[in-house]
């Protein structure tokens, strides 16, 4: 869609979701792969160790929540930008078809 202001080009759209989506899948990956490596286990059997690891593990599990939460809004980025890229096609079909009237 082109006006003298603005201009939107369908297929950039889709091709940066697309590209939002590998990142999400890259974040769910590290997500999945590292975040069990992120738990700590107690150095010792003594209360204070086992707080420390249950502190730290606890920090891990938010860290994989939240590496996870923006997996999901990147691929909301991606649905949205292939919604507006359809919505852009439509309108400049509409458009065509008005001026070839």
Do not use: C, N
Request: hydrophobic letters at 50%.
């Amino acid at each position: 869609m082109t006006t003298s202001e603005f201009w939107v080009d369908p297929h950039a759209l889709r091709r940066t979701a697309a590209q939002f989506d590998k990142y999400a899948e890259r974040l769910d990956g590290i997500a999945t792969v590292h975040g069990p490596a992120l738990r700590v286990a107690p150095a010792a059997r003594d209360e204070v160790s086992a707080g420390v690891a249950r502190s730290a593990t606890s920090g891990a599990d938010h860290f994989v929540v939240e590496i996870t939460t923006g997996a999901a809004e990147f691929r909301a980025i991606a649905t949205a930008l292939r919604t507006h890229a359809a919505e852009v096609g439509v309108a400049d079909e509409r458009l065509a078809a008005e001026l070839r009237l």
